[in-house]
């Protein structure tokens, strides 16, 4: 008995034991589980909702760079298509970023770009010239030019090519014509400098409301006024690896690619065209402030970084010249204060004395711009006076003063244009006659007429004069010579007629072009 009872006293006591631990564990469990839960669930909802959160953030990033490539991709393709690809901005710019090396730069609008060329420049002064100006550029903009151009070649000499115009606002002149600039310069070459000037032109106060502030990151929507057959043609430009320079000869026959990102027209405008486009005096009104300060900007920064400047102010019409009286002078004199108060040296052609430099109305391929030929002329000239070894001499002997303008008008002799405004009313065909000449010539003018075939008269008016004119003898004088600038011809039998103009004195280096002819209806 005594063995079974501590048997079961062990036992009782595991009992007890047991039953403490069975108690004891389950109580605690249970406070454990009333303790626990919310932390237990929160731990494992949160896994799952950080790893989701995760995964679509890195869903949306690849959908926005996706969406981002695409647009990018369709921009440069409709770049392809719109933007022209014969474009002389891009030709002149290509050849300034595939040239090796750069020491000289022409920069300025299309007055630069037609007028001053480069190769010549290369070879006479000895120097890597490229000319990069751009139609409608913008003073600011050669600005940018010419810094980029110190910052990527470390130019040692900068031409600007200017005129009158440059320093006026243009209502032509806009974002629309800041970006043929920005996309010929910068493109892929530059992307810093591409990304500074979107940002700068996008965010700019006065372009930031505008619808401009998106145009400008997509520049083809400038161009979706290029025809059909255009776009046809770039598009098979571009995929059959055409130059851009070959793709421009075929666009324009007259147009010539000398090198040096140069390129110029032969063939001359014909001032005999009353209806002609651009054959008037240009009127002169106050120079912009805004601009003129940008000048002021570029002779300094060329001064601070010891870049040779040279400022070209390039010819007017002689028809201009004779007409700007002593405004011109007086507009061209502070501009050239600034250049040279900088160490700039500042060079008229309008100063231009009667030598073999002098462009004629025949050097010019339009009312602005001048032909190859006048070019030739002019870089020769300009060559002359940088090449020699005293150049304030050498512009002295070929060039005349601001302080000498009454005799540079002077000097162009006899009527340099002639331009008629007329209407017919029962029957009489009336109008007048204005001049264009030095002060002081004995202008007189002489009418005849000719009747012609009515079937011309359905064609613009100066086609129709152009196919009306001829050198036979079947014109007659309607009125003889008068310096009466008033017309009034009556006693004409009803029909069309082809009138002429004729004026003396004629230009004694184009006698045969002091006239101007149109057409009437009677």
């Given at each position: 008995?005594?063995?079974?009872?501590?048997?079961?006293?062990?036992?009782?006591?595991?009992?007890?034991?047991?039953?403490?631990?069975?108690?004891?564990?389950?109580?605690?469990?249970?406070?454990?589980?009333?303790?626990?839960?919310?932390?237990?669930?929160?731990?494992?909802?949160?896994?799952?909702?950080?790893?989701?959160?995760?995964?679509?953030?890195?869903?949306?990033?690849?959908?926005?760079?996706?969406?981002?490539?695409?647009?990018?991709?369709?921009?440069?393709?409709?770049?392809?298509?719109?933007?022209?690809?014969?474009?002389?901005?891009?030709?002149?710019?290509?050849?300034?970023?595939?040239?090796?090396?750069?020491?000289?730069?022409?920069?300025?609008?299309?007055?630069?770009?037609?007028?001053?060329?480069?190769?010549?420049?290369?070879?006479?002064?000895?120097?890597?010239?490229?000319?990069?100006?751009?139609?409608?550029?913008?003073?600011?903009?050669?600005?940018?030019?010419?810094?980029?151009?110190?910052?990527?070649?470390?130019?040692?000499?900068?031409?600007?090519?200017?005129?009158?115009?440059?320093?006026?606002?243009?209502?032509?002149?806009?974002?629309?014509?800041?970006?043929?600039?920005?996309?010929?310069?910068?493109?892929?070459?530059?992307?810093?400098?591409?990304?500074?000037?979107?940002?700068?032109?996008?965010?700019?106060?006065?372009?930031?409301?505008?619808?401009?502030?998106?145009?400008?990151?997509?520049?083809?929507?400038?161009?979706?006024?290029?025809?059909?057959?255009?776009?046809?043609?770039?598009?098979?430009?571009?995929?059959?690896?055409?130059?851009?320079?070959?793709?421009?000869?075929?666009?324009?026959?007259?147009?010539?690619?000398?090198?040096?990102?140069?390129?110029?027209?032969?063939?001359?405008?014909?001032?005999?065209?009353?209806?002609?486009?651009?054959?008037?005096?240009?009127?002169?009104?106050?120079?912009?402030?805004?601009?003129?300060?940008?000048?002021?900007?570029?002779?300094?920064?060329?001064?601070?970084?010891?870049?040779?400047?040279?400022?070209?102010?390039?010819?007017?019409?002689?028809?201009?010249?004779?007409?700007?009286?002593?405004?011109?002078?007086?507009?061209?004199?502070?501009?050239?204060?600034?250049?040279?108060?900088?160490?700039?040296?500042?060079?008229?052609?309008?100063?231009?004395?009667?030598?073999?430099?002098?462009?004629?109305?025949?050097?010019?391929?339009?009312?602005?711009?001048?032909?190859?030929?006048?070019?030739?002329?002019?870089?020769?000239?300009?060559?002359?006076?940088?090449?020699?070894?005293?150049?304030?001499?050498?512009?002295?002997?070929?060039?005349?003063?601001?302080?000498?303008?009454?005799?540079?008008?002077?000097?162009?002799?006899?009527?340099?244009?002639?331009?008629?405004?007329?209407?017919?009313?029962?029957?009489?065909?009336?109008?007048?006659?204005?001049?264009?000449?030095?002060?002081?010539?004995?202008?007189?003018?002489?009418?005849?007429?000719?009747?012609?075939?009515?079937?011309?008269?359905?064609?613009?008016?100066?086609?129709?004069?152009?196919?009306?004119?001829?050198?036979?003898?079947?014109?007659?004088?309607?009125?003889?010579?008068?310096?009466?600038?008033?017309?009034?011809?009556?006693?004409?039998?009803?029909?069309s007629y082809s009138f002429i103009v004729r004026a003396t004195p004629t230009m004694p280096s184009l006698p045969d072009q002091t006239y101007c002819r149109f057409v009437a209806?009677?």
């Open positions: 008995m005594r063995i079974t009872k501590p048997s079961a006293g062990i036992s009782a006591a595991k009992t007890t034991s047991s039953a403490k631990a069975t108690v004891a564990p389950t109580e605690t469990s249970s406070d454990k589980k009333a303790a626990q839960p919310t932390a237990t669930s929160t731990e494992q909802s949160a896994k799952p909702s950080s790893s989701s959160f995760a995964t679509r953030l890195r869903k949306r990033i690849f959908c926005a760079i996706a969406f981002v490539l695409v647009v990018c991709a369709l921009n440069t393709l409709c770049m392809r298509i719109f933007i022209p690809y014969a474009s002389w901005s891009f030709i002149s710019w290509d050849a300034y970023h595939e040239a090796p090396q750069v020491t000289e730069l022409i920069t300025g609008s299309s007055f630069a770009e037609r007028d001053i060329q480069s190769p010549m420049l290369a070879s006479e002064l000895g120097e890597e010239t490229y000319n990069i100006a751009v139609p409608y550029q913008s003073i600011e903009d050669s600005f940018s030019a010419i810094q980029q151009a110190k910052e990527t070649r470390n130019i040692r000499s900068v031409i600007l090519g200017v005129r009158y115009e440059s320093f006026t606002r243009d209502s032509a002149q806009g974002i629309k014509t800041h970006s043929i600039f920005s996309t010929a310069a910068y493109k892929l070459q530059h992307p810093k400098a591409f990304l500074n000037d979107f940002f700068n032109t996008v965010l700019n106060p006065k372009t930031i409301k505008t619808p401009d502030s998106i145009n400008y990151a997509f520049p083809w929507i400038y161009h979706m006024s290029n025809t059909d057959k255009g776009i046809a043609k770039n598009i098979y430009d571009w995929l059959s690896g055409k130059s851009r320079v070959a793709s421009c000869f075929e666009q324009f026959p007259n147009w010539h690619y000398l090198g040096y990102g140069y390129g110029n027209y032969t063939g001359h405008q014909d001032f005999t065209e009353n209806d002609q486009g651009g054959t008037h005096s240009l009127p002169l009104g106050d120079l912009d402030p805004t601009i003129v300060e940008h000048f002021r900007k570029i002779c300094a920064y060329c001064k601070d970084n010891n870049i040779r400047l040279n400022v070209v102010s390039v010819p007017h019409q002689s028809f201009d010249i004779v007409s700007f009286g002593d405004r011109y002078p007086e507009l061209m004199r502070p501009l050239q204060a600034i250049a040279e108060g900088s160490g700039a040296r500042w060079i008229d052609f309008n100063l231009m004395r009667d030598n073999e430099y002098r462009n004629t109305p025949d050097d010019f391929v339009d009312s602005e711009h001048l032909n190859l030929r006048g070019a030739q002329k002019l870089t020769r000239a300009l060559a002359d006076i940088l090449k020699s070894d005293d150049p304030d001499k050498q512009q002295r002997t070929l060039m005349y003063s601001y302080d000498e303008w009454g005799q540079v008008a002077a000097s162009y002799r006899g009527v340099r244009l002639v331009r008629v405004s007329k209407y017919v009313e029962n029957g009489v065909v009336q109008g007048k006659i204005t001049g264009y000449y030095a002060a002081g010539t004995p202008a007189r003018y002489q009418i005849l007429a000719k009747k012609i075939d009515p079937s011309n008269m359905g064609r613009h008016a100066h086609f129709a004069a152009q196919a009306a004119f001829d050198t036979d003898n079947n014109y007659r004088v309607v009125r003889d010579w008068s310096s009466d600038t008033d017309f009034s011809i009556s006693g004409l039998e009803p029909g209806n009677v």
